[in-house]
């Protein structure tokens, strides 16, 4: 399984980003779907999480308000919009999912928030 994501940049304080993360030629349906990401000096944390078979989203603390997930094309499509973007949400952010017990990542997207 390979995710493939895209979308970062460079974009000023106020700003807003759409990442995108898809799994081209995976023909199975993810157990769950979502983003992390890494600042310079600090752990990985949950970004959002969807879970398939629910629907159920669950956002972390630092983008609750700002951020939205959704998946127009399906299950193993999701795109992460980020609003009112913040300096402190510069990072690299990695799409993740869940198949069949294991974990995959996709290489990460640079995000930088600076004027």
């Known amino acids: 399984v390979q995710l493939q994501a895209s979308g970062g940049g460079l974009v000023q304080p106020g700003g807003s980003l759409r990442l995108s993360c898809a799994a081209p030629g995976f023909t199975g349906t993810f157990y769950t779907i979502g983003w992390f990401r890494q600042a310079p000096g600090k752990e990985r944390e949950g970004v959002v999480c969807?879970?398939?078979?629910?629907?159920?989203?669950k956002f972390g603390d630092s983008a609750k308000g700002r951020f939205t997930v959704s998946r127009d094309k399906g299950p193993n499509t999701v795109y992460l919009q980020m609003n009112s973007l913040k300096p402190e949400d510069t990072a690299v952010y990695y799409c993740?999912?869940?198949?069949?017990?294991?974990?995959?990542w996709g290489k990460g997207t640079q995000v930088t928030v600076s004027s």
């Open positions: 993740n999912a869940i198949y069949q017990s294991s974990s995959y």
């Open positions: 969807i879970t398939n078979s629910n629907g159920k989203t």
